[in-house]
T-cell receptor
Framework: GAGVSQSPSNKVTEKGKDVELRCDPI?????LYWYRQSLGQGLEFLIY????????KSGLPSDRFSAERTGGSVSTLTIQRTQQEDSAVYLC??????????????FGPGTRLTVL | AQTVTQSQPEMSVQEAETVTLSCTYD???????LFWYKQPPSRQMILVIR??????QNATENRFSVNFQKAAKSFSLKISDSQLGDAAMYFC???????????????FGKGTKLTVNP
């Protein structure tokens, strides 16, 4: 079956521009996560969605970052007025949400964002 | 806040040999999960193995096994009979076990780059 997909695969933008990154989770997965992987760093959590709501936004680094999810499916991460330090790989993951049980997160291939 | 530390930025191993990657973590929780993920150049994160904190038995998956020392907060990955396809970045990750209504976010270490020499 189809896995998590992300688009675009690569994005080059100029400093100050806005960008939108898209994530299509696995069908039926109610939980969706965004992570950021900067060069030489591990993955940093950004935001978690359960359905269309975001109960945990604690990882968003500034108010230039926002995300939404519609129809309990597709999610868009938006970065406004991009800065060079925003250059990173942005990874999306989804999982089934089932209460007190282990729910594996399945990752997409990521979007590599380069801010010139 | 939970933290995960991988002290080996790079490791290398000869094909068919065994290598151990180190990971330590810090948490005040008693219920949690630990994971090892593999990230090849394709960027696709692949789950290698997981360990539930309440389980005393170390997890194994074919050539991959862990040494989970809960008191020491240590979680190392052993790869036996290393293959060229094992070359990748390996990330250790932590997740709280309290799931009801809470985020299942993963906390990652900075990774270890594994090179497999033929």
């Amino acid at each position: 079956g189809a896995g998590v997909s992300q688009s675009p695969s690569n994005k080059v933008t100029e400093k100050g521009k806005d960008v939108e990154l898209r994530c299509d989770p696995i069908s039926g997965h109610t939980a969706l996560y965004w992570y950021r992987q900067s060069l030489g760093q591990g993955l940093e959590f950004l935001i978690y969605f359960q359905g269309n709501s975001a109960p945990d936004k604690s990882g968003l680094p500034s108010d230039r970052f926002s995300a939404e999810r519609t129809g309990g499916s597709v999610s868009t991460l938006t970065i406004q007025r991009t800065q060079q330090e925003d250059s990173a790989v942005y990874l999306c993951a989804s999982s089934v949400r089932g209460g007190y049980s282990y729910n594996e997160q399945f990752f997409g291939p990521g979007t590599r964002l380069t801010v010139l | 806040a939970q933290t995960v530390t991988q002290s080996q930025p790079e490791m290398s191993v000869q094909e068919a040999e065994t290598v151990t990657l180190s990971c330590t973590y810090d948490t005040s929780e008693s219920d949690y999960y630990l994971f090892w993920y593999k990230q090849p150049p394709s960027r696709q994160m692949i789950l290698v193995i997981r360990q539930e904190a309440y389980k005393q038995q170390n997890a194994t998956e074919n050539r991959f096994s862990v040494n989970f020392q809960k008191a020491a907060k240590s979680f190392s990955l052993k790869i036996s009979d290393s293959q060229l396809g094992d070359a990748a970045m390996y990330f250790c990750a932590y997740r709280n076990g309290d799931l009801q209504g809470g985020s299942e976010k993963l906390v990652f270490g900075k990774g270890t780059k594994l090179t497999v020499n033929p």
